[in-house]
């Protein structure tokens, strides 16, 4: 079946500093999965932060950038400068662009932002 | 605007008792319907999805059972609980299939089975 592996458990950043949350797939089924990072800040729900269909494409949103790697199987989620108000945890996520109406998420990492 | 609610936030059940978990979508007509779980520690993952009123697709076994008895409404339920329903239930919805598009979540249901 298809899979998402990202960091697990929890990450601490510095404010100002660089963010790199690692994710790679595995789609045994799907050439070219749309490719998702979703984020639950406190309090709210889940929503999407950015989304890739086309491979090697690059997804921006809120200073946080993904690149849609299919050689390396890669969606790394960066950041250059992160705040305070980017604490949460954020979700690696696939879904097969054929119509199978099913995401499939990674574990999900939770950022905490150090000041 | 579209709006998701979901209830109720956070349920503590026994073993063996039914549940009921609800989900109202507002402001989008034929919406897609899903409910997504994430036991503690594990992965969210996708339960069942509705396309329309009455029709709906499991995804997980979980012995566990949904209904979409209206245009805006989705259920999940059970009969009878297990420890292992314990989790975070998600509900959500979508404009179109292959998730080309964005799902929108509710803010969760937290359930404790003990």
């Known amino acids: 079946g298809d899979s998402v592996t990202q960091t697990e458990g929890q990450v601490t950043v510095s404010e100002s500093k660089s963010l790199i949350i690692n994710c790679t797939y595995s789609a045994t089924s799907i050439a070219y999965p749309n490719l998702f990072w979703y984020v639950r800040y406190p309090g709210e729900g889940l929503q999407l932060l950015l989304k890739v269909i086309t491979a090697g494409q690059k997804g921006s949103s809120r200073g946080f950038e993904a690149t849609y790697n299919k050689e390396t199987t890669s969606f790394h989620l960066q950041k250059a400068s992160v705040q305070e108000s980017d604490s949460a945890v954020y979700y690696c996520a696939l879904s097969d662009p054929g119509g199978a109406d099913r995401l499939t998420f990674g574990k999900g990492t939770q950022l905490i932002i150090q000041p | 605007a579209q709006t998701i609610h979901q209830w109720p936030v956070a349920e503590i059940k026994a073993v063996g008792s039914p549940l009921s978990l609800g989900c109202t979508i507002k402001?989008?007509?034929?919406?897609?319907l899903y409910w997504y779980w994430q036991a503690t520690g594990g992965t969210l993952q996708q339960l069942f999805y509705s396309i329309t009123v009455g029709q709906v697709e499991s995804v997980v076994q979980l012995n566990l059972s949904a209904s979409r008895p209206k245009d805006d409404q989705f259920i999940l339920s059970t009969e009878k609980l297990l420890l292992s329903h314990s989790g975070f239930y998600l509900c959500?919805?979508?404009?179109?299939?292959?998730?080309?598009?964005?799902?929108?979540f509710g803010e969760g249901s937290k359930l404790t089975v003990l």
């Open positions: 959500a919805w979508s404009r179109d299939r292959g998730h080309t598009g964005q799902l929108y």
């Open positions: 402001g989008k007509s034929s919406p897609n």
